[in-house]
Each structure stands twice: as structure tokens, then as C-alpha cells.
């Protein structure tokens, strides 16, 4: 049996890959990881340094890593996969058998000039419906939206000012995917095989940056085969 450790993009959690558990079968464990500030989690205070939340998360999963597990992560949940993997080579525990990233820019290139988590929040609330990936409900509500935004300002922060070196190269297979239509470019994406020193693979899907809501199916199917190669 595999863990399948899914980490959320910026205001997501971890509901957000529930049906993904539909799609397995008893040879696959879907484990959507929670961030504070969010669901079950929504009174405690979001995290918006990487450091600290890496730290936190690679504990706290620490117990759970008793079989072999792979990683999946979206947008944000791409760094934190990166993270933690290396937070656990360095730490010389088990990592993952492999690692799939979607919709994310590779960590060493240059940072966007165009940063939303400073916006105002009438700005920041715009910015996020054209990114299609918070729930109308909760933009539009001021009761919601009063609640969310630190969540979803700590979390863009973190996406938006991630930037590292290629300091480690994992030693594990690295899989990235984005949409065709994506925020991120498939050169910027191509990138992270400078990151890895064991196999590199690349998939483009139709749609855009939340390309993955339609294709939840042929997502697992791909995860499946790479397992069993």
C-alpha cells in the first residue's frame, strides 16, 4: 500500500481532494493534508512563514511515514511538498517514492513582479476571483471574506515570495503537471527537473490553473502506473 500525501494550493485544504479517495482503490491511501486557519483548523492562526509551517507539517506527518508514500501537491502545495521532502533527506528519514507537482513554477527562477497578498483587500478579492479557485461564497460574503482573507493573504505570501537556489537535488523522481492554459508556463515548470537527480517527467492537461478539477480520474491513473513502474 502507498500513502498518497496531497498538500493544498493557496486557500485551499484539504477537502479539496476527497473524491480523489473515489478514484483508489486498497493499494492507495489519499491523506489531504489540513493547514491551520482553514476547515477543522479554522481557528487556529495561519502560518505565513514557510520555515515555521514546513517545521510543523514535516512533524506532524512524521508518524504517518511508517509505509511507503508519495507526494502530490497543487500551486502552493508544490513548495510544500519540495519542502518537506527535503526537510526529511536532510533529517535522514524515509522520503517519498515520488514526488508530483502541478501548476508551479520551478523555485530557482526570478520571482513574478506581480504580487496580490499587499493588495487591498477590495483588489486582493479580485485578483482571487480571477484565479478561480476560492469559492464565490466565501468573496462575497463580508462575514466570510472577513474570516478567510488573513488565511488567504498568508498563504499567497508564502507562494508568491518562494524563491530558492538549487541547493539539493532529491534523489527521487520528480513528476510535474500543469493545464494548457495554466498560470504557469510549461518552461517555467520544465524547470524543476534541474531539481532532482533521478527521473524527470512532464504532462500537460487541458484547462487552466485548476485544470485538475476536471481531470481527477486521468490524474490517479497517471499516479498509479508511475507506482507500479
Known amino acids: 500500500m502507498y500513502r498518497l500525501f496531497c498538500f493544498p494550493y493557496a486557500g485551499g ?21 489540513q493547514l491551520p486557519g482553514r476547515d477543522k483548523r479554522i481557528y487556529e492562526t495561519p ?38 521532502c527535503k526537510a526529511l533527506l536532510l533529517s535522514e528519514n524515509h522520503i517519498p517514492k515520488h514526488l508530483f507537482l ?10 513574478r513582479e506581480e504580487m496580490i497578498h499587499t493588495l487591498s483587500d477590495s483588489l486582493f478579492i479580485e485578483k482571487l476571483k480571477e484565479l478561480n479557485g476560492t469559492p464565490d461564497e466565501i468573496l462575497n ?7 478567510f482573507l488573513p488565511m488567504l493573504r498568508s498563504d499567497f ?3 508568491e515570495t518562494y524563491q530558492r537556489s538549487i541547493d539539493t537535488q532529491l534523489p527521487l523522481p520528480i513528476t510535474c503537471i500543469i493545464g494548457d492554459n ?11 527537473q534541474k531539481h532532482t537527480s533521478d527521473i524527470f517527467s512532464h504532462s500537460i492537461y487541458s484547462g487552466d490553473h485548476f485544470y485538475l478539477k ?8 497517471s499516479i498509479k502506473l508511475k507506482l507500479n513502474q
Open 47 to 84: 502560518i505565513d512563514n514557510l520555515e515555521n509551517l514546513i517545521s510543523n507539517l514535516t512533524m506532524e506527518i512524521k508518524e504517518f511515514l511508517d509505509k511507503p508514500f508519495v507526494f502530490f501537491g497543487h500551486s502552493m502545495g508544490s513548495i510544500l511538498s519540495y519542502e518537506i
Open 214 to 221: 476536471s481531470h481527477s480520474n486521468d490524474i490517479m491513473d
Open 102 to 111: 502541478s501548476s508551479c513554477r520551478a523555485p530557482h527562477l526570478s520571482l
Open 13 to 33: 485544504s484539504s477537502s479539496f481532494y476527497r473524491p480523489w479517495a473515489s478514484y483508489c482503490n486498497e493499494d492507495i491511501e489519499v491523506i489531504g493534508i
Open 157 to 159: 505570501k508564502i507562494a
Open 141 to 147: 460574503r463580508k462575514e466570510f471574506s472577513e474570516l
Open 182 to 192: 495554466d498560470t504557469v508556463s510549461v518552461s517555467d515548470s520544465m524547470e524543476w
